[in-house]
C-alpha cells in the first residue's frame, strides 16, 4: 500500500510539473520556439501573487485569479515585443533571447526581493488531505493534476475542434502559407504565448505554496517541465501530460530510498528515454524531420 | 472594370532582382495566362501580387484600391488567392479542415463547402483524411478548393499541372469554366503553351523578369510565342529587353511557319548573322550553375 500511495503522490508530483510543461509545449509546437525564460516568469507570477497578498490583503485563491490575467497578457506582450522579432531571426535568436530574459528575470527578483526563500501564505489549502485507505490525497496536489488535465484536455480540444485550433495548426505547418490564406499570425501567436505563460504561472504559483519560492527557482522548474516536454514528445500536449507523471513518479518512488537520488533518477529517466526513444513517447520521427526542414528552410 | 492591376513591378529576394518592370491588368471574369520558361519570374509574380514579397516598386491595385503597402493576410481578406506551386497544404490538417482555413476573412460568394464538394468528388470522399496522405491530384483539389473557399476576386494559379498525370491534369482543365463562370478572374501559370492558351482570353510571356509579349490567346502567334519563350533572338524586330509587352509592328514581324525542332540543325536562313552573335565569353551563364571558380556555391 505504501507503493501505491507513493506512487499517487508521483502522479500528483508529475500533474504539477505538466502544468508547468504544457506551455512550453505549446509553443514549442506551434512557434518552434524553446522558451528558457518559461519557469523564470512561473517565478515572477508567484512574486506578484505574494506581493498582491501582502499590499491588497486578499486571500491566496483571490490573488491567483487576479493574477493569471496579468500573466496573460505579458505573455502576449513578450510575444509581441520580442519573440515574434526573435523567430524572424531564426532558429538560434529565439534561445539567445530567452535565455537573456531568464538571466535578467533572475536578477531583478534577486535585488528586488533578495535571495532567501519566502513563503507563499496559501491558508488551510496547504496542508489539507483527504485519506482514502491507505492513500493520502493532499488538495493542493490533487487540484495541481486536475487542473493539469482541464487544461491539456481542454486546450487539446481546443487546437482539435474550434476554428481558432484549426488556425493555429495551419500557422504551425505552413507560416507563409498561413498568411497567405488570410490568417493574422501575430495575434494568434500573442494568445498562445499568453495561455502558455499563464498556465505556467498558475503552475508555478501553486508549486511554490510547497516549495516556497526564491528568484533562481525558475531554473529547476524549467528543468523538469522541459524534460517532461522531451521524454512526452515535442509538440504532443498528452505527451507531456505522460512525461511530467514518469518524472513524478520516478522522483517520488526513488526519493523513498534516498532524497538525494531523487532528481538525478529523473534526469537519468530523460537520457534513457533520449537514448531509447529520441523522438519522445508520443512524438513521430515524422515530425522532427519536419521540424529540422522548417528549421533548415527558415535558414535559407 | 478591372479587377487588379500590376504596374512597373520591380520585386525580387534580397539582393536577386527577379521582375523588371511589370505591368498587367485583369478584367473582372477574365482569365490571363502567364507563359514562361523556368525562372522567369512567373511564381515571384504571383507571390508578389498575393503579398508574400514586398515589392520594391510599382503598384498593384485591387477592384481600384492600391494594395501594395498591405501585408498578405489583409490581401487574402480583400479577395486574393494564391494556389501556390507545389500546392503547400497544411499537412497534419485533413483535407476538410484544409478548406475550412480561409473561412474565417471569406467574402460572400458561390463556393461554399458543398459547392466545392460538388466540384471536386474526389476531395469529398477523402474530407477526413490527413492533406499530407493525399496523393498528388487529391492534393491539387484541396489547394484549389482552399482558394476557392475564401470566395476571391482574384484567382492566381500556379503550376496547377505540376507533378501529375495528364489524365489528372485534363480533369482540372476541364473543370476550369466552371470556376470562371463564378465570376473570378485568374491568373493562370501554366508551362504547357497549348492548354495555357485554351484556357485563357489572354496570354502574356514573361522572359527573365520582363514582359515580352502579351495579347489574345486566340489570336497569338504560337511560333512566335515559343521564340519569346526561350528568349531565341532569331525573331529580329522582337528584342527580350525592349519590348516590354509592345507588339512588334506588323512589318518587322518575321514569319516563322514551323518551330525550328531542338534535335536539329537550325537551317541557314533562320541562323543569327554573325554580326549579331554573342561570343562564348560575353554569354551570360547558365540560369543556377556554379560558376567554375566558386566550387563552395552549395547547389
Redesign the interface.
Known sequence: MTWLNDTLQGIFVGGGYALTAVGLSLMFGVMRLVNLAHGDLAVCATYLVTTVMAALGVPFLAALLLMLPVAFAAGAVLQLGLFDRALRTGPLAPLLVTFGLSIMIDNLLQQTYSANVRGVPAGSIDVAAAHLGGLVLPWLSVLKLVLALVVIGGLSAALRFT?WG??V??T???V??????????RPLFATVTGIAIAAAALAGTLGAVTTGVYPTLGTLTLIFAFEAVVIGGLGSLWGTLLGGILIGVTQVLVSQVSVPYATLASQLLFLLVLVVRPQGLFGTPQADG?AAGQAAGAEA | MTALTVQDLDAGYRDFQALFGVSLDLAEGETVSLIGANGAGKSTLLMTIAGALRPWRGRITLGGADIAGLPDHQRARRGIAIVPEGRRLFPSLTAEENILVPSTGRGAGPWSLDALYELFPMVAARRSQRAGLLSGGEQQAVAIARALAANPRVLLMDEVSLGLAPAVVDGFYRLLPRIQESGVCILLVEQDIDRALAASDRALCLLEGRVVMAGDSAGLDRDRLVSAYFGAPSAPGFSATKTAGAPVPLDKRVPLDKPVPLDKPVPLDRRVPPDRRVPPDKRDPPRNSVPPDNPEVPR
Request: aromatic share 0%.
Open positions: 476554428g484549426r488556425r495548426r495551419a504551425s505547418d505552413d507563409a502559407m498561413a498568411r497567405l490564406q488570410g490568417i493574422r499570425v519536419q
